[in-house]
Antibody, heavy 126, light 106 residues
Protein backbone atom coordinates (compact mmCIF):
# COMPACT_ATOMS: atom_id res chain seq x y z
CA UNK A 1 0.00 0.00 0.00
CA UNK A 2 1.28 3.44 -0.92
CA UNK A 3 1.65 5.34 2.31
CA UNK A 4 3.43 7.97 4.31
CA UNK A 5 4.01 7.69 8.04
CA UNK A 6 5.03 10.64 10.20
CA UNK A 7 6.89 10.32 13.46
CA UNK A 8 8.76 12.46 15.94
CA UNK A 9 6.01 14.62 17.35
CA UNK A 10 5.68 15.41 21.02
CA UNK A 11 5.75 18.04 23.72
CA UNK A 12 8.55 20.58 23.54
CA UNK A 13 9.32 23.84 25.30
CA UNK A 14 9.35 27.15 23.44
CA UNK A 15 12.72 27.89 21.88
CA UNK A 16 13.69 24.24 21.62
CA UNK A 17 14.02 22.03 18.55
CA UNK A 18 12.26 18.97 17.20
CA UNK A 19 12.72 16.85 14.09
CA UNK A 20 9.85 15.14 12.37
CA UNK A 21 10.27 12.25 9.96
CA UNK A 22 8.05 11.16 7.10
CA UNK A 23 8.72 7.65 5.86
CA UNK A 24 7.38 6.55 2.50
CA UNK A 25 6.59 3.08 1.24
CA UNK A 26 5.41 1.32 -1.89
CA UNK A 27 6.26 4.02 -4.39
CA UNK A 28 9.39 5.40 -6.08
CA UNK A 29 10.09 8.02 -3.47
CA UNK A 30 12.92 9.80 -5.28
CA UNK A 31 10.56 10.78 -8.14
CA UNK A 32 8.28 12.81 -5.90
CA UNK A 33 8.19 16.15 -4.15
CA UNK A 34 6.94 16.11 -0.57
CA UNK A 35 5.15 18.79 1.40
CA UNK A 36 4.58 19.49 5.05
CA UNK A 37 1.20 20.91 6.04
CA UNK A 38 0.08 21.71 9.56
CA UNK A 39 -3.21 22.26 11.30
CA UNK A 40 -3.48 24.05 14.62
CA UNK A 41 -6.20 22.81 16.98
CA UNK A 42 -9.60 23.73 15.60
CA UNK A 43 -8.08 25.67 12.71
CA UNK A 44 -7.62 25.25 8.98
CA UNK A 45 -4.79 23.85 6.93
CA UNK A 46 -1.53 25.77 6.71
CA UNK A 47 1.13 25.02 4.11
CA UNK A 48 4.56 24.81 5.76
CA UNK A 49 6.85 24.02 2.84
CA UNK A 50 8.02 21.40 0.40
CA UNK A 51 11.07 19.75 -1.11
CA UNK A 52 11.48 19.02 -4.79
CA UNK A 53 12.67 15.67 -6.11
CA UNK A 54 16.44 15.27 -6.10
CA UNK A 55 16.41 15.15 -9.89
CA UNK A 56 15.17 18.74 -9.75
CA UNK A 57 17.76 19.77 -7.24
CA UNK A 58 15.99 18.78 -4.04
CA UNK A 59 15.44 22.47 -3.39
CA UNK A 60 12.93 23.77 -0.90
CA UNK A 61 10.26 26.44 -0.43
CA UNK A 62 8.84 27.64 2.87
CA UNK A 63 6.03 29.70 4.24
CA UNK A 64 7.17 33.02 5.68
CA UNK A 65 6.01 31.98 9.15
CA UNK A 66 8.65 29.22 9.34
CA UNK A 67 11.37 30.41 6.98
CA UNK A 68 14.71 30.53 8.73
CA UNK A 69 13.48 28.30 11.58
CA UNK A 70 12.35 25.15 9.77
CA UNK A 71 14.36 23.06 7.33
CA UNK A 72 13.10 20.30 5.07
CA UNK A 73 15.52 17.67 3.82
CA UNK A 74 15.31 14.24 2.24
CA UNK A 75 17.19 10.98 2.22
CA UNK A 76 16.16 9.08 -0.89
CA UNK A 77 18.14 6.00 0.18
CA UNK A 78 15.81 5.67 3.18
CA UNK A 79 12.66 7.09 1.53
CA UNK A 80 12.42 9.69 4.29
CA UNK A 81 11.74 13.40 4.41
CA UNK A 82 12.61 15.37 7.52
CA UNK A 83 11.25 18.56 9.01
CA UNK A 84 13.79 20.11 11.35
CA UNK A 85 12.04 22.67 13.53
CA UNK A 86 14.17 25.10 15.51
CA UNK A 87 13.29 28.02 17.76
CA UNK A 88 9.82 26.62 18.26
CA UNK A 89 7.03 28.95 19.24
CA UNK A 90 3.73 28.30 20.97
CA UNK A 91 1.97 29.07 17.70
CA UNK A 92 3.75 26.14 16.04
CA UNK A 93 1.51 23.81 18.02
CA UNK A 94 -0.35 21.73 15.45
CA UNK A 95 -0.83 18.39 13.81
CA UNK A 96 1.85 18.10 11.16
CA UNK A 97 1.11 16.16 7.99
CA UNK A 98 3.49 15.16 5.26
CA UNK A 99 2.03 14.65 1.82
CA UNK A 100 3.22 13.42 -1.54
CA UNK A 101 2.94 15.92 -4.37
CA UNK A 102 2.07 14.64 -7.77
CA UNK A 103 3.46 16.52 -10.68
CA UNK A 104 3.94 16.91 -14.37
CA UNK A 105 7.47 16.92 -15.74
CA UNK A 106 6.95 18.08 -19.32
CA UNK A 107 7.62 20.71 -20.50
CA UNK A 108 8.80 21.68 -17.02
CA UNK A 109 8.09 20.58 -13.45
CA UNK A 110 4.59 21.52 -12.33
CA UNK A 111 3.21 20.50 -8.98
CA UNK A 112 -0.52 19.79 -9.03
CA UNK A 113 -1.37 18.92 -5.47
CA UNK A 114 -1.04 16.39 -2.68
CA UNK A 115 -2.44 12.96 -3.40
CA UNK A 116 -1.09 10.82 -0.57
CA UNK A 117 -1.09 12.02 3.04
CA UNK A 118 0.28 10.67 6.26
CA UNK A 119 -1.86 10.27 9.34
CA UNK A 120 -0.27 13.28 11.04
CA UNK A 121 1.90 13.73 14.12
CA UNK A 122 1.12 16.15 16.92
CA UNK A 123 3.57 18.82 18.02
CA UNK A 124 2.77 20.71 21.20
CA UNK A 125 4.92 23.69 22.14
CA UNK A 126 4.34 24.61 25.74
CA UNK B 1 -1.51 34.97 -2.54
CA UNK B 2 -4.53 34.94 -0.23
CA UNK B 3 -7.45 32.61 -0.85
CA UNK B 4 -10.87 33.54 0.52
CA UNK B 5 -13.47 30.81 0.70
CA UNK B 6 -17.16 31.43 1.07
CA UNK B 7 -19.22 30.59 2.85
CA UNK B 8 -17.19 29.54 5.87
CA UNK B 9 -19.95 27.11 6.74
CA UNK B 10 -23.25 25.96 5.31
CA UNK B 11 -26.09 23.64 6.22
CA UNK B 12 -27.56 21.45 3.52
CA UNK B 13 -29.69 18.37 3.09
CA UNK B 14 -28.92 15.11 1.36
CA UNK B 15 -29.62 15.58 -2.33
CA UNK B 16 -28.97 19.33 -2.33
CA UNK B 17 -26.70 21.03 -4.82
CA UNK B 18 -23.87 22.77 -2.99
CA UNK B 19 -21.49 25.40 -4.32
CA UNK B 20 -18.37 26.65 -2.55
CA UNK B 21 -16.37 29.57 -3.86
CA UNK B 22 -12.68 30.35 -3.57
CA UNK B 23 -11.35 33.77 -4.53
CA UNK B 24 -7.65 34.48 -5.01
CA UNK B 25 -6.11 37.86 -4.23
CA UNK B 26 -4.37 37.78 -7.60
CA UNK B 27 -4.64 35.70 -10.74
CA UNK B 28 -3.52 32.10 -10.46
CA UNK B 29 -4.56 30.84 -13.88
CA UNK B 30 -6.08 27.40 -13.23
CA UNK B 31 -3.59 26.35 -10.54
CA UNK B 32 -6.15 25.44 -7.90
CA UNK B 33 -6.68 22.22 -5.99
CA UNK B 34 -9.60 21.18 -3.76
CA UNK B 35 -9.46 18.91 -0.71
CA UNK B 36 -12.00 17.33 1.58
CA UNK B 37 -11.23 16.75 5.24
CA UNK B 38 -13.26 14.82 7.78
CA UNK B 39 -12.76 15.24 11.55
CA UNK B 40 -9.59 13.60 12.83
CA UNK B 41 -8.51 12.57 9.34
CA UNK B 42 -5.96 13.77 6.83
CA UNK B 43 -7.25 15.75 3.87
CA UNK B 44 -8.16 13.98 0.66
CA UNK B 45 -7.60 15.46 -2.76
CA UNK B 46 -10.75 15.89 -4.85
CA UNK B 47 -9.89 18.08 -7.83
CA UNK B 48 -6.68 19.52 -9.27
CA UNK B 49 -5.94 22.06 -11.96
CA UNK B 50 -9.33 23.66 -11.19
CA UNK B 51 -11.50 21.01 -12.82
CA UNK B 52 -9.72 17.66 -13.14
CA UNK B 53 -11.29 15.01 -10.94
CA UNK B 54 -8.80 12.90 -9.00
CA UNK B 55 -9.07 9.19 -9.72
CA UNK B 56 -11.72 7.53 -7.57
CA UNK B 57 -13.58 10.74 -6.69
CA UNK B 58 -17.31 10.57 -7.46
CA UNK B 59 -18.51 12.50 -10.49
CA UNK B 60 -20.96 14.54 -8.37
CA UNK B 61 -17.93 16.70 -7.52
CA UNK B 62 -16.89 19.28 -10.10
CA UNK B 63 -14.76 22.38 -10.24
CA UNK B 64 -14.60 25.43 -12.44
CA UNK B 65 -13.05 28.85 -12.74
CA UNK B 66 -9.86 30.61 -13.74
CA UNK B 67 -7.89 33.66 -12.78
CA UNK B 68 -9.21 34.71 -9.39
CA UNK B 69 -12.62 33.06 -9.03
CA UNK B 70 -13.21 29.35 -8.57
CA UNK B 71 -16.03 27.08 -7.51
CA UNK B 72 -16.42 23.58 -6.16
CA UNK B 73 -19.85 22.09 -6.80
CA UNK B 74 -21.40 18.97 -5.32
CA UNK B 75 -24.35 18.17 -7.57
CA UNK B 76 -26.27 15.99 -5.13
CA UNK B 77 -24.98 15.98 -1.57
CA UNK B 78 -24.51 12.54 -0.05
CA UNK B 79 -24.18 11.62 3.65
CA UNK B 80 -20.46 10.96 3.25
CA UNK B 81 -19.89 14.46 1.85
CA UNK B 82 -20.42 16.22 5.17
CA UNK B 83 -16.92 17.52 5.81
CA UNK B 84 -14.73 20.60 5.52
CA UNK B 85 -13.48 21.63 2.09
CA UNK B 86 -10.30 23.58 1.35
CA UNK B 87 -8.91 25.16 -1.77
CA UNK B 88 -5.16 25.49 -2.34
CA UNK B 89 -3.31 27.57 -4.89
CA UNK B 90 -0.24 25.98 -6.46
CA UNK B 91 0.55 28.81 -8.85
CA UNK B 92 3.35 30.32 -6.82
CA UNK B 93 5.20 29.88 -3.57
CA UNK B 94 4.47 30.02 -0.77
CA UNK B 95 1.47 27.91 -1.59
CA UNK B 96 -1.63 28.81 0.39
CA UNK B 97 -4.93 27.31 1.50
CA UNK B 98 -8.30 28.91 1.82
CA UNK B 99 -9.84 29.12 5.25
CA UNK B 100 -12.15 26.18 4.68
CA UNK B 101 -15.88 25.62 4.24
CA UNK B 102 -17.64 23.32 6.67
CA UNK B 103 -20.61 21.51 5.15
CA UNK B 104 -23.03 20.43 7.84
CA UNK B 105 -26.24 18.44 7.88
CA UNK B 106 -29.40 20.52 7.84
Amino acid sequence: EVQLVESGGGLVQPGRSLRLSCTASEFTFRHYAVSWVRQAPGKGLEWVGFIRPTIYGGTTEYDASVKGRFTISRDDSKSVVYLQMNSLKIEDTAVYYCARIFMATIPQPYYYGMDVWGQGTTVTVS
Amino acid sequence: IQLTQSPSSLSASVGDRVTITCRASQGISTSLTWYQQKPGKAPKILIYETSTLQSGVPSRFSGSGSGTDFTLTISSLQPEDFATYYCQQVNSYPSTFGGGTKVEIK
